[in-house]
């Protein structure tokens, strides 16, 4: 047991409390103090120890914590058991830089200011390895993620509070997003059909037949439903009700790096949903379902896109054939995530209201829709700042004319 007060010198004590314990070990709080006698160090003593009891003071363990081991202690105790690979790998990438910046400084000694040199930092030419600096997008990921990574440090008691609680995140970078035209993605389709058409009546070609019928049905459920790429290829066979031409949303296939492609939930709650499936969509399914290879043999599978080997299809086979598709045929760019943003500016030009969107593209609220759609949403506002300012002119005009 400590000793609670001990001399240290002339007018020095040092104060010493112990309240429970740290992976086994007696946790400790000692404070040096400058008093005059005996008796002021025991008021001192007791002013200090009801501070430890309600946790406003660090324990002399914890206060050696340097951000990297912080970092590895959330990472062991949070990270593996409560995220998935592919959300712990995203968290690697963005820990880099903060760990390069900031992980020899201990929590306890770090400020608004390092927090704003780093921020500084990252806003540099020279933060990223490309040619260009890191988009606003990014350096706000990092600010977050570290400002959560601090907050779990006051969670289980290594901080008392959080250094960055009063530093305004960055701000959004307000993307002007160039929606790709209808034409563009009517020439894409055209092309497809043409090619699909051509394959299907040379019986020498059926296993290419059968790849592009899979082509076309990616884009189809890309940009008929909003699908996200690992929404499409974690699909199932069973996952459709044809009489009632509905699809039911249960899981996404992902990509780990050192693992391969696993099955894991969709991204969000409201990911989980059941969609209505446009006509001309369920006609390419059911010919892409019924369609029979001659030659290659491929095993039975529940999956919607198997390999070969019958497993879920890697999801950047989407984005390798339009990458390949669009150059070889002089089409614009394109990806599965312009498809499905594509998806969602169409619907809320045709009027479709925002919670409908929302849940066609399975966001958990509608203000993350808004926020996401928000050059469509102004041009909504635009419009009907225009209606309103019809019927106002026809009132006016109209109580004119009975004044007259």
């Not at 296993?207 to 996200?228: C, D, I, K, N, P």
């Not at 066609?360 to 609220?365: C, F, V």
Request: charged residues 25%; glycine residues 4%.
């Amino acid at each position: 047991m400590p000793v609670k007060i001990k001399k240290r010198g002339k007018n020095s004590y040092l104060l010493t409390v112990t309240n429970g314990y740290v992976d086994g070990k007696q946790k400790t709080f000692t404070k040096t103090i400058k008093c005059s006698n005996r008796t002021e160090a025991n008021k001192e003593y007791k002013l200090f120890e009801a501070e430890c009891l309600k946790g406003e003071v660090l324990s002399s363990q914890t206060l050696k914590l340097t951000i990297a081991q912080l970092y590895a202690y959330w990472l062991k105790n949070h990270g593996e058991v409560h995220l998935s690979l592919g959300t712990i790998q995203y968290y690697q990438f963005v820990s880099t830089r903060i760990l390069a910046a900031l992980g020899h400084l201990r929590i306890d000694k770090i400020t608004p200011r390092h927090i704003h040199q780093f921020l500084e930092q990252l806003r540099k030419p020279d933060a990223s390895i490309y040619d260009k600096p890191l988009s606003a997008t990014t350096i706000r990921k990092h600010y977050i993620f570290l400002k959560d990574l601090l907050n779990c440090a006051v969670k289980w008691d290594f901080l008392v509070t959080n250094p960055m609680a009063n530093i305004e995140p960055p701000k959004r970078a307000k993307d002007i997003k160039v929606i790709p035209t209808l034409p563009t993605l009517s020439s894409l389709l055209s092309k497809l059909l043409e090619i699909v058409n051509e394959l299907k009546q040379n019986h020498n070609r059926q296993t290419e037949y059968s790849r592009y019928l899979r082509y076309q049905l990616w884009v189809s459920l890309a940009f008929a439903l909003g699908r996200r790429r690992e929404e499409i290829f974690g699909l199932q066979k069973k996952d459709f009700d044809l009489p009632k031409k509905l699809v039911s949303i249960q899981r996404a296939a992902v990509f780990v790096a050192g693992t391969g492609v696993i099955i894991k939930e969709t991204k969000t709650i409201s990911s989980n949903r059941t969609l209505v499936v446009p006509d001309q969509v369920i006609a390419i399914l059911v010919e892409y379902l019924s369609f029979v290879p001659s030659k290659k043999v491929v095993i039975e599978s529940e999956w919607l896109f198997p390999q070969p080997n019958g497993k879920p299809t890697h999801p950047d086979a989407f984005n390798a054939f339009l990458r390949k598709f669009t150059a070889n045929h002089n089409l614009p760019k394109l990806s599965p995530h312009i498809l499905r943003h594509m998806h969602g500016s169409y619907l809320m030009r045709a009027g479709v209201d925002l919670a409908t969107t929302s849940h066609q593209l399975g966001h958990s609220n509608k203000s993350f829709t808004a926020d996401t759609y928000i050059h469509v949403t102004e041009q909504v506002d635009q419009t009907a700042a225009r209606t309103m300012d019809t019927i106002l002119g026809d009132l006016t005009q109209t109580n004119k004319n009975k004044a007259a």
